[in-house]
């Protein structure tokens, strides 16, 4: 797998803490957002999903809510793990459905 | 990942030589996309397909083109490699809504 040393953002907290990172979208027209995590030599993957017509979205640990008056997203990780440690790149599908537009990443460090 | 694989995993290339990455996957699903990754840009989106023979233009697809013969391959060329295409691509598939992603090609172009 592969990943590239990114000039991020980052948030270092203490494991057993909660996390949130933020993240600002830029088009008003998109309906669907996503949540991903990138582990160092790994691709993207899926962590959690929320479309417009909600707010918040919970998932196991993590919870999305999303602010679509200032085109604002946030995902928040519970008790925050060392396995958690990754970029977490927030992205948007504008005005197409099936294609996405992805933020520049944050960075997660979980200091045990 | 998910029946998604990208080859090759890493390449080392000559400016001006033409290069070909591949994506393969076995979960028959109808989209496919090619990202490059990069420091500062995150993932942009090069080229995409929405069935066979079915592709589309992304924010940088400048210098690539792709082609998809079967449901299952989907290939990314650089017809004439420039340090600038010095990037790590990823390979994505979707069936409508978010994708899963291959593991990525780490290309050097020197």
């Known amino acids: 797998g592969e990943s590239v040393g990114l000039h991020l953002p980052t948030l270092s907290v203490q494991e057993g803490d909660n996390s949130i990172i933020n993240c600002a979208y830029s088009n008003s027209a998109s309906d669907y957002f996503i949540w991903y995590k990138q582990e160092s030599g790994k691709g993207p993957q899926f962590i959690i999903d929320?479309?417009?017509?909600?707010d918040k979205r919970q998932g196991q640990r993590v919870t999305v809510l999303l602010n679509k008056t200032v085109k604002h997203l946030s995902l928040q990780i519970a008790a925050t793990q060392p396995g958690d440690s990754a970029v977490y790149f927030c992205a948007e599908n504008g005005e197409n459905f099936n294609k996405f537009y992805f933020g520049s990443g944050t960075k997660l460090n979980v200091k045990p | 990942d998910a029946g998604i694989t990208q080859s090759p995993r890493h390449k080392v290339t000559e400016t001006g030589t033409p290069v070909t990455l591949r994506c393969h996957q076995t979960e028959n699903h109808r989209y496919m996309y090619w990202y490059r990754q990069d420091p500062g840009h995150g993932l942009r989106l090069i080229h995409y397909s929405y069935g066979v023979k079915d592709t589309d233009k992304g924010e940088v697809s400048d210098g690539y083109s792709v082609s998809r013969s079967k449901t299952e391959d989907f290939l990314l060329t650089l017809e004439s490699a420039t340090s600038s295409q010095t990037s790590v691509y990823f390979c994505a598939i979707s069936e409508g809504y978010g994708y899963t992603f291959g593991s990525g090609t780490r290309l050097t172009v020197v």
């Open positions: 929320i479309r417009s017509n909600m």
